[in-house]
């Protein structure tokens, strides 16, 4: 257990949840999304939308980039604001999980990883995820989760070809390391 972790906040939360705890918060947090929004939670689009303020920030003017002029595009930067619910529920996600960590005695700050190659392989797969998440205009919490809770088969299909593509990529993975 860390140092700065009193002993009567590491016991408060197990370390381990079952899977069907955060897959039911899950469906619940996105339901009300769609309830409030009246769209699915994303979490691509909105990394897309804060990257594109920072960059105004600093003039880049992403507005002038193709991807932006678009036809049903060339309003996503004015219509977006730091008040849009997806960026803070993603937020939230993340401080959830740090906290959780942190409850639990489980967090820890690493000097480095352990293995260089599964760190280049962990960041290009997540460069390709998220490249491939904007050509798909959407991400799998948009896909999958959004789409499974609006009863889209959109939704279903992309569950199964998922399950198949982790599979796939855990044999490949498992043959690389």
């Known amino acids: 257990m860390p140092r700065h972790m009193p002993q ?3 016991t408060a939360v197990p370390k381990e949840w079952p899977y069907w705890v955060g897959g039911i918060a899950l469906a619940l947090i996105n339901t009300l999304v769609l309830l409030v929004d009246d769209r699915p939670w994303g979490v691509t689009t909105t990394l897309t939308h804060v990257g594109s303020r920072a960059l105004q920030l600093v003039d880049l003017q992403p507005e002038r980039w193709t991807y932006f002029n678009q036809v049903g595009r060339d309003t ?3 219509q977006f604001g730091w ?3 997806s960026l803070w529920l ?4 993340v401080a959830g999980a740090a906290l959780a960590s942190l409850t639990a005695g489980e967090f820890a700050v690493r000097t480095g990883p352990r293995q260089w190659r599964r760190l280049l392989l962990s960041l ?3 460069v390709l995820m998220g490249y491939g998440a904007r050509l798909a205009l959407g991400c799998t919490v948009g896909a999958l989760v959004g ?3 609006s009863f889209s088969l959109h939704g279903w299909i992309f569950a199964v070809a998922v399950l198949v593509g982790v599979l796939m990529g855990i044999r490949i993975f498992r043959r690389i390391l």
């Open 8 to 10: 009567q906040y590491a």
């Open 76 to 78: 996503l930067l004015t």
């Open 83 to 85: 008040w849009d619910t």
């Open 90 to 93: 993603n937020l939230g996600v």
């Open 124 to 126: 290009s797969g997540g």
């Open 147 to 149: 789409g499974v809770a």
